[in-house]
């Protein structure tokens, strides 16, 4: 593990398959340094989150990596009270290895960025009003950084699978900061060789708190009636979302019927439409050739009657020379002359 063992007082208590982390009432809670917002509220299965890059070139390396090795310290303690106790909790015995794949982590990564989710409790309309300003600063803004508070609540048991439960309780936008820390960001940006000093003045301004004492007896009875509440919201939420994942398989398989129905569909309709439009082309081509047929039985008819008629004209012609010749011999045959 690592040298948090030594001063970790804080308790595992098993209660219906969740197991919540806490010292009395109090519960285990961290300071971040102030982190790159990628989504100030993300909704996801029936929870807000608030994403944050773990972005480790504002506040220097060693900040982050402090924060990081928090996170990664509880997810490593956590783990090894489960092999101790799953068989007594959960009835099986599981090793540190079939854990690791069982358990979500809080950190993720994609395309090379690494970030964590925050659950935001819908419950607390100061912090979810907070985070409506928040989340239009973004909006207006590439680059909007805050420092959190976190506390880790647990791990919930669904599905076979564990997921570490980290809370926010407060955060710190540095743009309410911005004239005591408006010169240390451009530093940070544009000139790498002063991160040192940068550190040292991001730490005088940052507000570090990593435990916090509840100072009074009817706080910590409002706390726990808050997470009474919270055990049964979340029971109702688990039945929800599994009728909703149920239903929601019942309507794919109706979307994936319908679509194959309508492709089945389109695919009839498209063979009918290419043979209306063979059949069509067909009828085109004999209505052509019976045109075409009937314009050469035109013209040979021509033909034949041009021919005919100039033979009748011709005969004519004869019939005509050879009357004037007979009637001109005949004229001159009267007159006692022959005329050859």
Wanted: hydrophobic share 30%.
């Amino acid at each position: 593990m690592n040298h948090y063992h030594d001063k970790f007082d804080y308790n595992f208590v098993f209660e219906d398959k969740y197991i919540y982390v806490k010292k009395n009432d109090q519960k285990y809670q961290i300071t971040s340094p102030y982190l790159k917002v990628l989504k100030a509220k993300h909704e996801f299965k029936n929870k807000n989150y608030l994403i944050v890059q773990l972005d480790q070139d504002l506040d220097v390396d060693e900040k982050v990596e402090h924060f990081i090795k928090k996170i990664r310290y509880m997810d490593e303690y956590s783990k090894a009270i489960l092999v101790n106790n799953s068989k007594n909790w959960y009835g099986k015995k599981w090793d540190i290895y079939t854990l690791d794949s069982m358990t979500r982590y809080p950190i993720d990564e994609q395309k090379g960025i690494f970030y964590m989710k925050i659950i935001i409790d819908k419950e607390d309309k100061d912090l979810n009003q907070r985070i409506q300003t928040l989340e239009k600063i973004v909006e207006n803004s590439n680059e909007v950084y805050i420092s959190l508070e976190t506390y880790f609540k647990g791990l919930r048991w669904s599905r076979e699978v564990f997921t570490e439960e980290w809370y926010l309780c407060d955060f710190k936008i540095l743009e309410e900061e911005k004239d005591e820390i408006e010169e240390l960001l451009e530093n940070i940006i544009f000139k790498k060789d002063k991160e040192n000093v940068i550190l040292q003045e991001v730490k005088n301004i940052e507000k570090n708190s990593i435990f916090k004492e509840n100072e009074n007896i009817e706080e910590s009875k409002k706390v726990k009636e808050n997470e009474e509440k919270e055990e049964l919201k979340e029971k109702e939420v688990e039945e929800k979302e599994e009728k909703e994942e149920v239903e929601e398989v019942e309507v794919e398989e109706v979307e994936v019927e319908e679509v194959e129905e309508k492709e089945e569909k389109e695919e009839v309709e498209e063979r009918e439409e290419v043979e209306e439009r063979e059949e069509s082309e067909k009828i085109k081509e004999e209505v052509e050739e019976r045109e075409e047929s009937e314009k050469i039985k035109t013209v040979e008819k021509k033909s034949k009657k041009d021919k005919k008629n100039k033979k009748d004209k011709m005969d004519s012609d004869q019939s005509v020379s050879s009357f004037s010749s007979k009637k001109i011999k005949k004229i001159f045959t009267l007159h006692g002359k022959i005329i050859k």
